[in-house]
């Protein structure tokens, strides 16, 4: 099984400021790495697959990067609703994983 | 647009069976590449992967619940249900459905249903 490791597991940062998150696999995924916000009370939501493609109706500030083992998730100039968990999570092999989530508070 | 939501019991008793079906609309189970998976999150935990089903059939299984999940499909209802013998109150869980295309990731989910399991 293929173990998801999402750093820092909390960050603080500052409204408009930029946001890296990053995700590490313990063997290589290629490029089948998915993105997912979640906030209190919701359902996860795609943000990006395939490592980098925006899912639709997602805003350009969030940019996903990487390949491989290594991956990263961006948003640019963060807004009020940005803050959440983020998750990353690999189907290149099953079984599928998640990472432990990465939660994204205000500074 | 697609849509699924989730439907069981709120309350089970340690050893029982649950039984959780996801009724969807949008999309079709038999359409080539098309699947449905389960997906459950323990209050303040992570997402954890259950089980999925695919459009031909095909099943995938948590290899650590494997021997406790069966899932299936009424293509006609355009239902997926999952079973999951002999709970224990670790699995007390917000147990989500959610549709995937081409085994690709979870791109529509539904609005979850928490399951507690207490005597």
């Known amino acids: 099984e293929i173990v998801m490791t999402q750093s820092p597991a909390t960050l603080s940062v500052s409204p408009g400021e930029r946001a890296t998150l990053s995700c590490r696999a313990s063997q290589s995924v290629s490029s089948n790495l998915a993105w997912y916000q979640q906030k209190p009370g919701q359902a996860p939501r795609l943000l990006i697959y395939g490592a980098s493609t925006r899912a639709t109706g997602i805003p350009a500030r969030f940019s996903g990067s990487g390949s491989g083992t290594e991956f990263t998730l961006t948003i640019s100039s963060l807004q009020s609703e940005d803050f959440a968990v983020y998750y990353c999570?690999?189907?290149?092999?099953?079984?599928?994983?998640f990472g432990q989530g990465t939660k994204l508070e205000i500074k | 647009q697609i849509t699924l939501k989730e439907s069981g019991p709120t309350l089970v008793k340690p050893t029982q069976t649950l039984t959780l079906t996801c009724t969807f609309s949008?999309?079709?189970?038999?359409?080539?590449?098309?699947?449905v998976g389960w997906i459950r999150q323990p209050p303040g935990k992570a997402l954890e992967w259950l089980a999925l089903i695919y459009w031909d059939d095909d099943k995938r299984y948590s290899p650590s619940l494997k021997s406790r999940l069966t899932i299936t499909k009424d293509t006609s209802k355009n239902q997926v249900v999952l079973t999951m013998t002999n709970m224990d109150p670790v699995d007390t869980a917000t147990y989500y459905c959610?549709?995937?295309?081409?085994?690709?990731?979870?791109?529509?989910w539904g609005q979850g249903t928490l399951v507690t399991v207490s005597s």
């Open positions: 949008g999309f079709s189970l038999s359409t080539s590449g098309v699947g």
């Open positions: 999570q690999q189907y290149n092999n099953w079984p599928v994983t």
């Open positions: 959610a549709h995937v295309a081409a085994a690709g990731p979870f791109d529509y």
